[in-house]
């Protein structure tokens, strides 16, 4: 009976281990961002350490030379100077070799696709065949594929922590307009002490912190401040003002 009860401690403590080793594990907002070397299509990078003081978006797409990926990169290399006047720079990965990212983009070069050609892509595209990165940031979710990462955004800020996290699944484009106005909100939440409501695009009203006493609660009520708008004592709005810490810029209207 003890030989039994210690073989099966042992098969669930290798369980326990393999389990662990081989599920990927999504770090979380507010985590610091998992580090790691990488060969890309524009050199060697140390991650964070040749960012710092940047923004970053750091994303993954399932494979080179499919259709959806392609119609994403050709998009994110247009909008690459967009966000780069927003302080963030761009970072792509999937479990391809480096020789598959540079005749792909070189491929993009030969497209043209919703206005868009002669593409040249120019941020780097991270080389992950053994997974390593992919699973630090849990883009290999078993369910949908064990050897293509899905479509994961990680918005990640100039401290290295992780801000925001988007999924989508392989047949679903990314809405890049939505990623960029992430990067704007965020920053004017930074720089202002404030918060964004639905639908916010630079200009638009931002919602005031919700009082942390009775007696704010009742000043705002019966404040009269012609900038500050109070729906009820918890939901209270202003006009927004450009941030010295934010650059001037809007997002795309379709």
């Known amino acids: 009976m003890k030989k039994i009860l210690m073989s099966f401690v042992a098969c669930f403590v290798l369980a326990t281990f393999v389990y662990s080793e081989d599920v990927a594990k999504m770090p979380l907002i507010g985590d610091d961002a998992p580090a790691?070397?990488?060969?890309?299509?524009?050199?060697?990078?140390?991650?964070?350490a040749d960012y710092t003081g940047k923004w970053v978006i750091l994303f993954s797409h399932p494979a080179d030379f499919t259709p959806v990926c392609t119609t994403e990169f050709m998009t994110f290399a247009t909008m690459m100077d967009e966000f780069k006047a927003l302080n963030t720079e761009l970072i792509g990965l999937s479990i391809d070799s480096i020789y598959a990212h540079i005749a792909w983009l070189r491929k993009i070069q030969e497209i043209e696709y919703n206005k868009m050609k002669n593409v040249q892509v120019t941020f780097p595209l991270i080389e992950d065949i053994k997974m390593d990165i992919a699973k630090k940031y849990g883009m290999i979710q078993p369910n949908a594929s064990t050897t293509q990462a899905v479509r994961a955004v990680f918005v990640i800020d100039p401290k290295a922590k992780i801000r925001c996290i988007l999924y989508y699944p392989s047949s679903t484009g990314r809405n890049f307009d939505e990623i960029k106005r992430i990067i704007l909100a965020l920053q004017k939440a930074d720089a202002d002490g404030v918060a964004t409501p639905a639908n916010w695009r630079p200009g638009d009203d931002v919602i005031v912190p919700p009082p942390g006493s009775c007696g704010v609660a009742k000043e705002r009520m019966t404040a009269k401040d012609?900038?500050?708008?109070?729906?009820d004592w918890f939901l209270c709005l202003k006009k927004d003002t450009p941030s010295k810490d934010v650059p001037k810029t809007d997002v795309k209207k379709k």
């Open 36 to 48: 790691f070397k990488a060969k890309t299509t524009q050199g060697d990078i140390n991650f964070p």
């Open 226 to 231: 012609k900038d500050v708008k109070c729906i």
